[in-house]
């Protein structure tokens, strides 16, 4: 089956430290990768994505590689700001009806 | 941003009433999602529409019933609510397989069943 699993949080950590959240999968076929973050009080929103193994998603400074080898797809961000404070999701798609998102990890920074 | 409304943000009712929940697209795209999210579970696919009164189940769609009679609308319907539909609902659309079905959210329905 389709499954993605990452890790627990809350994840708490100093302005400008670097930031890794691990993300795991499994899938049926050729899955497309996602992160997506929410903002309190909103819905989730597309923060970058691979499509095919060894892709790398980038935006606002996070990025994500996509390794078929060891089924992961982990975030990082090189120095973080208390603006990333947020909960982060990693999805798959595989078709119209299968797209799967993780339990999220919810990132906060301190100043 | 995707134009993706829902309506109504907030609602309280009571065990047994129905409830209906509306989306509204302003992007023409073809596939539309309902999702609840819930602590420790992450977002749950309820149903989706893949066209005009195409639909179909997802993982937890028992309680639940869906109708799309334009491509704009999606309509989530809980026949007789319970407890356990207390939940923040969202909507979102797609627009293809092109575009690896990546999904634009609506801003969340809250709801609580008293």
């Known amino acids: 089956g389709n499954s993605v699993t990452q890790m627990e949080g809350p994840v708490t950590l100093s302005e400008e430290a670097f930031l890794t959240i691990n993300c795991t999968y499994t899938a049926t076929g050729y899955p497309s990768l996602f992160w997506y973050v929410q903002y309190p009080g909103e819905g989730l929103q597309l923060l970058l994505k691979?499509?095919?193994?060894?892709d790398k998603g980038s935006n606002k400074g996070f990025e994500a590689t996509y390794r078929k080898e060891t089924t992961s797809f982990h975030l990082e961000k090189g120095s973080v700001q208390v603006s990333d404070s947020a909960v982060y999701f990693c999805a798959l798609s595989v078709s119209a009806s299968k797209i799967i998102f993780g339990s999220g990890t919810r990132l906060s920074i301190r100043p | 941003d995707a134009g993706i409304t829902q309506s109504p943000r907030h609602k309280v009712t009571e065990t047994g009433t129905p409830v209906t929940l509306r989306c509204h697209q302003t992007?023409?795209?073809?596939?539309m999602y309902w999702y609840r999210q819930d602590p420790g579970h992450g977002l749950r696919l309820i149903h989706y529409?893949?066209?005009?009164?195409?639909?179909d189940k997802g993982e937890v769609s028992d309680g639940y019933s869906v109708s799309r009679s334009k491509t704009e609308d999606f309509l989530l319907t809980l026949e007789s609510a319970t407890s356990s539909q207390t939940s923040v609902y969202f909507c979102?659309?797609?627009?293809?397989?092109?575009?690896?079905?990546?999904?634009?959210f609506g801003p969340g329905t809250r709801l609580t069943v008293t």
């Open positions: 979102a659309i797609s627009e293809s397989a092109d575009s690896f079905y990546e999904q634009y």
């Open positions: 529409s893949y066209g005009v009164k195409d639909t």
């Open positions: 691979a499509t095919k193994a060894d």
């Open positions: 992007e023409n795209h073809r596939y």
